[in-house]
């Protein structure tokens, strides 16, 4: 029996790697002859990078940059040197955690330091990029990163503009002649579950500013700033779902570096080459630590239930906690959700004992189900 074990990260108690390697040990402790194919998943968001390189064999890559404010912080991206791919959470660069919230600025807030990986990505020979774009600080859409590449942002006076979304309001001219050139010819996708355009009561500013810190005159103050910036720019898409993604770094990635954005999970299942795998399967076993009615829009397990559909390979869900409202993923693909925590247990033991649950869960999934 050939079963594919494609979980996300359980947050706070085990990774997706570590994840398999539970299922493994409960699924081959009652079937020691299963196929077992281990494939780790993300939704685009944090996880990403490590599930990637887990399942293609790649290697992370830690480098200085500049984070929100300027300020220096190691951030790390994951490179498959074979496929020539990088991939980068842009929030390890420019992300809001990176920033104490006494000291958020959204208005100076730069993603210059995604720039810096994107340079280094470069430097090392990579020709794709998977970008996630959650998490983000920033509300430039993009400008800091197009300057770490070379652009040129310009005001009336011919002087460059300083970091932030604000100083957008500035602008005059965007000079791309010294963008660089490796950037020709690049394939760049966004693993992008928000769908909001960069302008307007639905885009960067209006929804995502205040959370980064932004007070209703910041709001005002941004917004003018990107629409001047979209104007410059000619605007080709800025309404385009995803523009408005990490406070609109999406829409630079698609306007000048010709970027697609689809939703995470999707991105990170044709990456790793989950619907490959589950050729053949009768069963995949996914999870991670929460599951809800909330898990179908754009969580990994959701995901790898739609990859399965076309395989025809069942589907189990793994999770730490198993919401009352998550049986409605039961009509759209999903064979059996099953709770490996017992019910009041502290979350601090659920979150310790959290590779030992999977595998016995998994254990008893199997003898019950499979034998």
Not at 96 to 125: F, H, K, N, Y
Not at 183 to 202: E, F, K, S
Request: charged share 20%; aromatic share 4%.
């Amino acid at each position: 029996m050939k079963i594919v074990l494609a979980p996300d990260s359980f947050k706070e108690s085990m990774s997706a790697a570590r994840a398999i390697a539970a299922m493994q040990d409960g699924v081959r402790s009652v079937l020691p002859d299963a196929d077992c194919v281990g494939v780790p998943m993300a939704d685009g968001g944090e996880g990403t990078v490590d599930a990637v390189v887990d399942a293609l064999d790649g290697e992370h890559v830690s480098v200085e940059v500049a984070d929100a404010l300027g300020r220096p912080v190691s951030a790390r991206y994951g490179h498959v040197a074979d496929r020539r791919l990088a991939v980068i959470e842009m929030a390890a660069a420019s992300g809001l955690e990176q920033v104490a919230p006494q000291d958020r600025d959204v208005l100076r807030a730069s993603t210059s330091g995604v720039g810096q990986l994107i340079s280094d990505a470069l430097d090392r020979g990579a020709q794709e990029f998977v970008v996630g774009l959650g998490g983000s600080a920033t509300n430039d859409a993009g400008a800091g990163m197009l300057t770490a590449l070379g652009a040129r942002l310009i005001d009336a006076a011919g002087d460059p503009l300083p970091p932030g979304g604000a100083a957008l309001a500035r602008l005059d001219r965007i000079d791309l002649d010294g963008l660089d050139p490796r950037l020709t010819g690049v394939r760049i996708r966004l693993a992008c579950d928000v769908t909001a355009p960069l302008l307007g009561p639905g885009g960067a500013s209006a929804v995502f500013g205040p959370q980064k810190g932004a007070t209703p005159a910041d709001v005002e103050v941004l917004e003018s700033a990107l629409a001047t910036f979209a104007r410059v720019a000619g605007a080709a898409h800025a309404g385009t779902p995803g523009a408005g993604a990490a406070g609109g770094l999406g829409f630079a990635l698609l306007e000048f570096l010709g970027a697609t954005a689809r939703p995470g999970v999707e991105v990170v299942a044709e990456t790793v080459g989950l619907e490959q795998a589950l050729t053949g399967a009768q069963w995949v076993f996914t999870g991670e630590g929460s599951v809800d009615a909330q898990t179908m829009l754009g969580k990994t397990p959701f995901g790898v239930a739609q990859v399965a559909g076309r395989t025809g390979a069942r589907v189990a869900i793994f999770a730490g906690r198993v919401a009352p409202d998550a049986s409605v993923l039961l009509d759209h693909g999903v064979d059996e959700i099953i709770g490996i925590t017992a019910e009041g247990t502290p979350l601090a033991q659920a979150l310790r004992d959290g590779p030992a649950s999977l595998a016995r869960a998994a254990a008893d999934f199997v003898r019950r189900r499979l034998v």
